[in-house]
């Protein structure tokens, strides 16, 4: 690695925020405390079959009766959970984390082979679920044994113990019950929750979350003024996703912010509706996700938001303008990975509330850029090719260090030696930092081909061909670009397309946008449907195989 000056560094008051005491704290104390504040206020509101809401007390004391029952069931470290966004999610990962475990929140739309690996690699020998979802997801590999009812487990407390335990939440400092109870207060760098990625360029992998990790991330959203108390947020982003486990769950039961839950994010006129009757003022996503309201959703259905996050993928061009003048709310992207618990930075509607940032204070968000970086971060721009640190400007990799940042995946200290350089984690994600401190991502350094040195965007490519071609109203992605060896060149691109097009028009279109020879596609590939992942992301793997065999 180069060495490092100060200049080439960006600092978001990190030494400050490392000193934070709740860092070392624990997940179930925090939430503990926090739940039993809010003993009367409604948290969560359930959308899944009719409306049911829960206050902090009784999500309390049920997951306290259940954690109970769940430290009968296994000695393991790990418990699985298959729930979609509902009080049952809420519940059984508050139960696991008090009962001192880890949550496992499995992600079911992986393919049974590969959810079973999942299982064998995290120790799993306890699945928290209910009928009604175990009826919905056949396919799911459920074992022979092990698998735990949540709601009947639930129903078959002694009503008193319920009855005794809510008395007790009412009538004592939280603290002090918290104590009494033997509720785990330190955690520090422990394990606290572990996600699988999805997988998008290679086997899944499992990320091991600290509490530190959970905790401060939660703290650096909180610093940023974005999800206070007062704005009411639609979860329905699963929750074996970073964003649905840390940002729709965790976050808003640590720092009071109140949820509508909606089972699915495919489910617009659903979503649509919640949003509605719930006056909900804040909507996460991805643009793959949101793309859809706009054909789908009247106007009026979503008038109270104040705004909707997007992440994990580049927001197309034009779509965040499209966004605020159909729906009149504030269309906001940021940016984070599993590997940073999720939130690295995001754009705000509001000036940043802390002076920590260079340029311009009173500019809270930039069109393009992913926002700034949340509190409590250090950042640096590595050369590609030799990981020496290049000028906070100029295009290369981008290397991230704070509270937030994951420490290992599970069992492969190969993996993790590859993107991980003591605590500074390799995103693998090209970008840059303008003079005000805003961070722009290129695109992943997997997403780009070395074509005759040049180091060539498929994103870029991809983003003419769909305004060419008018696919930005397009449900779902329609092409795609992949890379694949050549002998002349060092690689060639392919385009992979969901619809009839001529290699002769594609050259056309990409010239007359201004793109060189190097970036036009030598092959086109007619597939039936571009693969993707269950979050709408491009699968890459499957991209990368199809452009191989073509």
């Avoid at 298959?82 to 990962?93: K, Q, R, S």
């Avoid at 290397?399 to 390799?426: C, Q, S």
């Avoid at 991809?462 to 930005?472: C, G, S, T």
Wanted: proline share 7%; aromatic share 6%.
């Amino acid at each position: 690695m180069g060495m490092s000056t100060p200049s080439n560094r960006m600092d978001i008051g990190a030494a400050a925020f490392k000193q934070r005491p709740e860092l070392e704290s624990h997940l179930a104390w925090e939430c503990f405390v926090s739940l039993a504040k809010a003993a009367g206020k409604v948290v969560v509101t359930d959308h899944t079959m009719q409306r049911r809401e829960m206050k902090g007390g009784l999500l309390l004391a049920l997951a306290w009766s259940l954690s109970r029952k769940i430290n009968q069931l296994t000695d393991r470290e790990r418990v699985g959970i298959v729930f979609p966004p509902g009080i049952g999610a809420y519940v059984a990962n508050v139960a696991v984390v008090l009962a001192g475990k880890v949550p496992v929140n499995l992600n079911f739309t992986l393919g049974a082979y590969t959810v079973d690996a999942c299982i064998t690699k995290a120790d799993i020998d306890c699945l928290l679920t209910a009928p009604a979802v175990q009826s919905r997801m056949p396919e799911f590999p459920w074992p022979d044994s092990g698998v735990v009812d949540v709601v009947e487990t639930l129903k078959a407390l002694p009503k008193w113990q319920t009855v005794a335990l809510l008395a007790a939440i009412r009538a004592m400092p939280a603290k002090l019950l918290a104590t009494l109870l033997k509720v785990p207060s330190v955690g520090g760098d422990t394990e606290a929750g572990l996600l699988f990625t999805s997988g998008s360029s290679g086997e899944p992998k499992g990320v091991v979350l600290t509490h530190r990790n959970i905790l401060g991330n939660c703290a650096q959203i909180d610093a940023a003024q974005l999800l206070t108390a007062s704005e009411k947020v639609v979860a329905n982003l699963p929750i074996f996703h970073s964003f649905g486990f840390t940002v729709t769950l965790w976050y808003p039961l640590l720092k009071g912010c109140p949820v509508a839950t909606v089972p699915s994010p495919l489910e617009i006129k659903k979503v649509a509706e919640v949003v509605h009757s719930e006056q909900a003022t804040v909507l996460v996503g991805t643009p793959t996700f949101l793309k859809p309201y706009l054909k789908k959703v009247k106007p009026e259905k979503l008038a109270s938001l104040n705004f909707v996050i997007a992440g994990a993928e580049k927001t197309p061009e034009g779509f965040a303008d499209l966004w605020e003048s159909t729906f009149g709310s504030h269309y906001l992207e940021g940016y984070g990975l599993t590997e940073t618990t999720p939130v690295v930075s995001v754009n705000l509607p509001h000036a940043p509330p802390e002076r920590l940032y260079p340029g311009d204070p009173s500019v809270g968000n930039k069109r393009g850029s992913v926002g700034r970086l949340l509190a409590g971060h250090e950042a640096r721009i590595l050369n590609p090719d030799t990981q020496e640190d290049w000028p906070l400007d100029a295009v290369g990799l981008l290397a991230l260090k704070g509270p937030n940042i994951f420490g290992a995946y599970l069992d492969e200290p190969d993996r993790t030696a590859e993107v991980k350089d003591g605590e500074w984690f390799i995103t693998g994600d090209l970008a840059r930092f303008d003079d005000d401190g805003f961070l722009f991502i290129e695109g992943r350094l997997s997403r780009f081909s070395k074509i005759g040195g040049e180091m060539v965007p498929h994103g870029t490519i991809e983003e003419v061909l769909v305004k060419a071609y008018d696919l930005l109203d397009a449900d779902r992605p329609m092409l795609a670009i992949a890379g694949r060896p050549d002998a002349a060149k060092g690689e060639a691109l392919v385009l992979l397309t969901a619809i009839e097009v001529e290699l002769a028009e594609v050259r056309e279109k990409l010239t007359e946008a201004g793109l060189t020879n190097l970036w036009i596609p030598k092959v086109i590939c007619q597939v039936e449907h571009i693969p993707t992942l269950a979050t709408g992301k491009l699968d890459l793997r499957q991209i990368k195989e199809i452009a191989l065999e073509a």
